[in-house]
């Protein structure tokens, strides 16, 4: 059965049974910092780098003594530097760290020579972009682009990043992306994540990582990688908090508001977050289309226009608290809730010409569309160490539920000016509910040898109930109106899916080698009932193994070889048949019988001077999905939109990562994607055998200014590219902004503009047997934005040993594991 007693018994165990902190055993680094012939600094930034490429593990201040300490995996070699504002930056020499720890020999700063010009400030932050082995880390909370922008925005601007033409996320050129957020996977995909993301102001957001190589630990969902979102979680002890509220002006403005609260003391931390948004958009459509000739209607081409104005008010919130039960344990529970309405009227102006060019119709279409989406979820999770030791034996446990919903109401008239039909007005009434339950245990436990093992079982449990009816009316006058239930389309659809996981991963280090390696099984039952009937019934177990190899050859010179076998299982959405009406003319729905993407994924990468890295990858898909756009089976000339799967997919990519210092003020990271995309497939009697080379080009530019003033200049370009049928032609964007940090380093104040020079409107082509479509788009995304935020209350940092112990650090590595 697909819901076995099994898969209740561990449900129920996954709650209340704890589970595995993923940590390699640590140890301390520590030492002191002072300056020659003065008292020693306090709140100098002491950082810890792999010494093999010298990527960022951790961060901390000093104390007010000069004191520091930072937890980190033994048996790795390490670098640390300190540096702040009026010396020059200290580098150590390299060294091992043994799991007794390391007390590094008293560092000394230099005075800088810079302190000489009176009119400079320079302001240490985080770089924008780090790169680590497995994945990109995107610093939102230090982007100045970032005030007054969407989550969705700031992805779109990220390196190796791309939006669809259905607002499908990719990474390297590849869809099919595991997004999650504080640790917990979004269940949506396309337009419906694009809404979600445009709802999360990039306010909230402390970091995106872009992770090419997630470990066993994570869900096998997700060929082309992980987008991870952490939101932000106040440092500070005692009560504190912030105040933010930014205006975007386009064609139609754009309001974010919102604030956070905290209370932090040794062993609790309460915390509140809320957000309000308030945003109008246009997105504006140019159809050319060619229908083939059929058995009933001649062929066709038509000319259409539409215009979208939408507006979204969205109201988000997140409480909880940690608590340490004790010196060992750790409780955490938090609530989220986001409310969404979204209200968009379109029209449509559509002409049908004959193949010798004469009009034969005309037909104008109003959309008027009131959507509403409240989400909530919660989470309980327990850690507990079995020993004091850095590197004891750890479980920990997870349980969570989330909430879906999604309310749309849709009246859609019709008029044919041309064919003298009467007018025709269909209005829908939609309603899905989406719950997802998961449980999960891990343990983790050190080895002779400098190894670690680690294991963990997790249960997921999806519930999708969606109901519909539309009804048909026509009629010119009110005495006249007749009204006719769609009965063909306004079928209920339930869909259930239930995956049963468990991984065993091993990560061990021998001289200049580290190997991490994994084994994850996930047996995946699938039930779909359209108007009460069993249409899917599927049953199946895969095994996904994923391995990781580094090796350091010299001070210079690193490499890693990565293997992995992943899924992409199709979203509720899209295999949900309920139809979303674009205008009259054209529709998107789901595909009930659409099949899992298997992939088989394989890189390996050069990094120079710990700085220059170069990647080269190749990956090979089984059945991918892609969007096709056919004629509707229902007749006429209506296009629908839908997930099909092909054949096989055959992606082979070079990137290219160098960031730079131009000068002592200016920063340059820079981002070469070069990659070759092949689809090879069927549909209908259209024969696809399609590849192209295509590049994404990224440079992010951070300049320290004159009397405290930052700025970020940002652009990149994408190619011509190829998705399955599609053609997409090349586009591109520029970014700038400037923020200056006043008030005793309280307030902060930014400027920006975004596609300064409005060239994204995108041009989408597809080509099959029959039809043919060409799409231009054009959005609401040039945009200049003021923003203004404020920090309140106890304005002292956690020491270091402190915050190292502490729920956010716990957190922060539980979510690392999902």
């Not at 520091?68 to 009026?86: C, D, I, K, T």
């Not at 390297?172 to 396309?190: A, E, M």
């Not at 990781?548 to 890693?560: F, I, S």
């Not at 990565?562 to 295999?575: E, F, G, H, K, M």
Request: include cysteine.
């Amino acid at each position: 059965m697909p819901f076995s007693k099994f898969t209740q018994w561990l449900v129920v165990g996954g709650i209340l049974a704890p589970g595995a902190v993923l940590a390699q055993g640590q140890a301390a680094v520590s030492g002191t910092v002072g300056s020659a012939g003065q008292p020693a600094p306090a709140l100098v930034t002491v950082t810890l780098h792999r010494a093999a490429d010298s990527v960022v593990v951790k961060t901390e201040f000093t104390d007010a003594k000069g004191a520091f300490e930072l937890q980190a995996p033994v048996g790795g070699r390490y670098l640390v530097s300190a540096a702040q504002v009026g010396f020059r930056r200290y580098w150590s020499s390299a060294f091992a760290l043994p799991g007794t720890g390391v007390v590094l020999p008293a560092i000394s700063l230099e005075p800088s020579q810079a302190t000489a010009l009176k009119e400079v400030t320079v302001a240490g932050r985080r770089p924008l972009y780090e790169r680590l082995a497995d994945r990109t880390v995107v610093n939102v909370a230090d982007s100045p682009l970032a005030a007054g922008a969407s989550t969705f925005d700031i992805l779109g601007r990220s390196p190796n990043v791309a939006v669809g033409s259905n607002n499908e996320l990719a990474l390297r050129g590849r869809q099919g992306v595991l997004v999650v957020l504080d640790g917990k996977r979004v269940p949506l995909t396309g337009n419906d994540l694009a809404d979600y993301l445009r709802a999360l102001p990039a306010e909230q957001v402390q970091r995106i990582e872009l992770i090419t190589n997630p470990p066993a630990s994570y869900d096998a969902q997700g060929g082309a990688g992980v987008i991870a979102i952490t939101l932000k979680k106040d440092q500070r002890l005692g009560t504190n908090g912030s105040l933010n509220a930014s205006y975007g002006r386009g064609r139609y403005g754009k309001f974010v508001g919102g604030g956070t609260l905290n209370y932090r003391r040794k062993n609790l931390n309460l915390y509140g977050t809320y957000a309000f948004n308030d945003r109008q958009y246009y997105t504006q459509f140019d159809f050319d289309r060619y229908f083939g000739a059929t058995a009933t209607l001649p062929a066709t081409r038509s000319n259409q226009s539409n215009y979208q104005y939408l507006k979204q008010l969205t109201h988000s919130a997140k409480v909880g608290f940690d608590l340490n039960l004790s010196k060992r344990t750790l409780l955490g529970v938090s609530v989220t809730g986001l409310a969404s309405r979204t209200t968009n009227e379109t029209t449509g102006d559509a002409f049908f010409y004959g193949d010798n060019g004469t009009l034969t119709n005309r037909i104008y279409s109003r959309a008027e569309q009131d959507v509403k989406r409240p989400n909530g979820s919660v989470n309980l999770n327990l850690r507990h160490a079995f020993a004091d030791s850095a590197t004891a034996r750890t479980i920990s446990a997870d349980a969570d539920y989330a909430r879906y919903g999604n309310s749309r109401q849709l009246k859609l008239v019709t008029l044919q000016d041309v064919q003298a039909q009467s007018p025709t007005e269909l209005t829908g009434d939609q309603s899905s509910k989406l719950g997802i339950g998961t449980a999960k245990v891990d343990y983790s436990q050190p080895l002779p040898h400098r190894t670690r093992l680690e294991a963990g079982a997790k249960v997921t449990q999806v519930a999708s109930d969606n109901t519909v009816a539309f009804v048909n009316r026509t009629g010119v006058n009110p005495t006249d109106y007749v009204y006719t239930p769609r009965t063909d389309i306004s079928q209920p659809f339930a869909y259930r899916e239930n995956v049963n996981a468990a991984y065993v991963s091993l990560r061990g280090k021998l001289a200049q080698t580290s190997v991490q390696a994994g084994l994850r099984g996930e047996q995946t039952n699938i039930r779909a009932d359209l108007g009460g009937a069993t249409v899917r019934e599927q049953h199946y177990f895969q095994l996904f193994p994923s391995l990781l190899v580094q090796r350091t050859l010299n001070k210079n010179h690193a490499l890693a070889l990565s293997a992995a076998r992943r899924i992409d299982r199709p979203s509720y959405l899209q295999v949900s048949p309920l139809r979303v009406y674009l205008d009259a003319t054209s529709y998107s729905t789901g595909n009930y019988n659409l099949q899992p993407q298997t992939s088989y994924n394989f890189e390996v990468s050069h990094t120079y001077k710990g700085k220059f890295t170069t990647a080269l990858a190749y990956a090979r898909t089984n059945q991918p999905f892609v969007v096709a756009q056919l004629p509707s089976p229902d007749g006429g000339r209506v296009v629908v939109n839908q997930y099909v799967n092909l054949s096989t997919q055959n992606f082979y990519t070079l990137n290219l990562i160098a960031p730079l210092e131009i000068t002592k003020s200016w920063t340059l990271y820079a981002n070469v994607l070069a990659y070759y995309n092949q689809y090879q497939g069927t549909l209908n009697s259209t024969m696809l055998d399609r590849g192209r080379l295509a590049c994404n080009l990224t440079a992010n530019n951070s300049f320290v200014l004159p009397r405290g003033w930052v700025a970020e200049l940002n652009g990149f370009y994408e190619s011509r590219e190829v998705g399955g049928f599609q053609l997409l032609q090349h586009r591109g964007q520029v970014g700038a902004a400037v923020q200056k940090i006043f008030w005793n380093k309280q307030a902060t104040f930014r400027l920006n503009a975004t596609d300064v020079f409005y060239t994204t409107p995108l041009r989408v082509t597809s080509m099959y047997d029959n039809f043919s479509e060409t799409f231009y788009r054009r959005q609401d995304t040039r945009v200049f934005t003021a923003a203004f935020s404020y920090r309140f209350g106890n304005t002292k940092v956690a020491a270091a040993r402190k915050r190292a112990a502490g729920a956010e650090d716990e957190l922060r590595r539980a979510a690392d594991t999902q």
